[in-house]
Every structure is written in C-alpha cells, then in structure tokens.
C-alpha cells in the first residue's frame, strides 16, 4: 500500500549542537499528519538524534547513504550493519549529489541496494535527468535506464521495502522550474515503468517522492497530483515551520 512520505535531507548541515536545536523546534511543530515524517542529518549526528526522536515516535531519523561492503578497509565509510546498531531503519541510496560528486553509478548502487535491503532497511532510491538530458528529451530513457540498471535485478517482493524518489537534476539551483505537471507526468512514467516489469501490484503500491525544490508554496500543488506521493526535501527542511508547512501540504 502506497504511503505518504516527507522526508528532510539535512545534507553537509548542523553540527550537534545545531541538530539538537532543530530537532526540539521539529517536536513543538509535530503533531498528526497524513504522512510518514523523516529526517536525515549527517552520520555524526545520527545517534543524537535517534536518541532525541526516540520517544513519540512522530519523526523517524534515517541515513544519507552507506557503503555496500559490511565491513573492510573503506576508510570514511558506514555500514548498513552499523547504521541497524543504532536503531535506523531506512536510508537514502544514489542521491544526485553523490552520483555527482562521488562517481557513484547504477552497478555500484545496485550494489548497495541489495546490501541494505539483505540487513532490512528500508531504501529511499534517487533518480533523475541532468538539463542536457531533458532538453534533448531524452529524460524518460535515463530514468528509465537508472531504475532499470539498479533495481530490476531484484524479485518482486523486495519493493516492499524500496521508496522511489525522483530528482529532476535540471530543476535544482539552475534557474529553471519544474512544473507540478512535469512531476506528475515522469512519476507516471516510473509507476507504468514498474508496471511493466514486475506488474500492478508493485506499481500501484510503490511510494514515489518528488525531490525537485520543494516548498511551502508549491507543496500542495505538487502533492496533489495522482502519482505524487511526497516528497525528499533539501533545504526547506532545515527551517522547522517550512518543512511541517510541507509534511502539512497533505
């Protein structure tokens, strides 16, 4: 079954004392909502704010990425088996930041799919076109072919444990806007993506989020749209009232 999700991607921000603040402004904002509540913050801060969001159970902490080794000489990285020991349950694969910047690809992601979802975490699984890709066109054929090279190895029944989130890359710092009709349009190309491999079933119940800039704004728009089921939220995360005007858009 399809679920609402808002989940806050902290990035490289807040440092300890700084997470400790937001997370207490995110728990007087708190209240019930109509969608699962998320947080990533940075891997040093991860505990704290397990610890901080332990009781209530409104928000749940999860990780930006980790490594699909379980353990070894990978100096800087984290394992999905460390990440279990302090109580996450879900993490963020294949962020267009860190297919960017850290050469990750569809196999070494496949990679780390298969190693999270082996120690039962929950995997949120990036995708999106760069500008060059969308002006060519040629947007459906990369997210197609991204989803495809790093999912479809798996068995059906492991969507289950897999929430898709859609980055139109071009969208994002560049000066152009993504429309709430163009979201719409490529998450019915995921869904009908879907369909066609592994049937209905998995298509109708798979949580798509939108991660191209939103906003208190634009939120209600956006989430209103058939095959929008929320969305991975950058920077109106770090400000409290911005991400549950967002989380409230529902």
Same mark, same amino acid.
């Given at each position: 079954?399809?679920?609402?999700?808002?989940? @806050?991607?902290?990035?490289?921000?807040?440092?300890?004392?700084?997470?400790?603040?937001?997370? *207490?402004?995110?728990?007087?904002?708190?209240?019930?909502?109509?969608?699962?509540?998320?947080?990533?913050? *940075?891997?040093?801060? &991860?505990? *704290?704010? +397990?610890?901080?969001?332990?009781?209530?159970?409104?928000?749940?902490?999860?990780?930006?990425?980790?490594?699909? $080794?379980?353990?070894? =000489?990978?100096?800087?990285?984290?394992?999905?088996?460390? &990440?279990?020991?302090? @109580?996450?349950?879900?993490?963020?694969?294949?962020?267009?930041?860190? /297919?960017?910047? +850290?050469?990750?690809?569809?196999?070494?992601?496949?990679?780390?799919?298969?190693?999270?979802?082996?120690?039962?975490?929950?995997?949120? +699984?990036?995708?999106?076109?760069?500008?060059?890709? /969308?002006? $060519?066109?040629?947007?459906?054929?990369?997210?197609?072919?991204?989803?495809?090279?790093?999912?479809?190895? &798996?068995?059906?029944?492991?969507?289950?444990?897999?929430?898709?989130?859609?980055?139109?890359?071009?969208?994002?710092?560049?000066?152009?806007?993504?429309?709430?009709?163009? $979201?719409?349009?490529?998450?019915?190309?995921?869904?009908?993506?879907?369909?066609?491999?592994?049937?209905?079933?998995? =298509?109708?119940?798979?949580?798509?989020?939108?991660?191209? *800039?939103?906003?208190? =704004?634009? =939120?209600?728009?956006?989430?209103?749209?058939?095959?929008?089921?929320?969305?991975?939220?950058? @920077? $109106?995360? &770090?400000?409290?009232?911005?991400?549950?005007?967002?989380?409230?858009? +529902?």
């Amino acid at each position: 079954m399809r679920k609402n999700i808002v989940a @806050g991607n902290w990035k490289m921000n807040n440092d300890l004392a700084q997470t400790q603040t937001l997370i *207490s402004e995110l728990k007087e904002q708190s209240k019930t909502t109509n969608a699962e509540v998320m947080i990533a913050p *940075s891997y040093v801060n &991860l505990w *704290s704010a +397990f610890e901080a969001t332990r009781e209530g159970g409104e928000i749940e902490v999860i990780a930006q990425n980790m490594h699909f $080794a379980e353990s070894g =000489a990978y100096t800087g990285e984290v394992s999905a088996s460390m &990440l279990k020991s302090i @109580g996450i349950k879900t993490v963020i694969l294949g962020h267009s930041e860190r /297919r960017a910047y +850290f050469n990750e690809t569809d196999e070494s992601l496949a990679k780390k799919v298969d190693a999270a979802l082996e120690h039962d975490l929950r995997v949120i +699984f990036c995708f999106g076109e760069e500008l060059a890709d /969308r002006k $060519a066109g040629n947007e459906e054929s990369v997210v197609g072919s991204q989803i495809k090279n790093a999912l479809f190895h &798996l068995e059906a029944s492991a969507f289950k444990n897999i929430v898709l989130a859609y980055e139109p890359v071009w969208a994002i710092g560049t000066g152009e806007t993504a429309s709430p009709e163009q $979201a719409q349009d490529m998450h019915k190309f995921i869904r009908q993506t879907l369909n066609d491999k592994y049937g209905s079933q998995v =298509a109708d119940d798979m949580t798509i989020l939108y991660g191209g *800039s939103v906003k208190p =704004a634009n =939120a209600k728009e956006i989430f209103g749209k058939p095959d929008v089921d929320g969305g991975l939220i950058g @920077g $109106a995360s &770090l400000k409290a009232e911005d991400f549950y005007a967002i989380v409230n858009a +529902f």
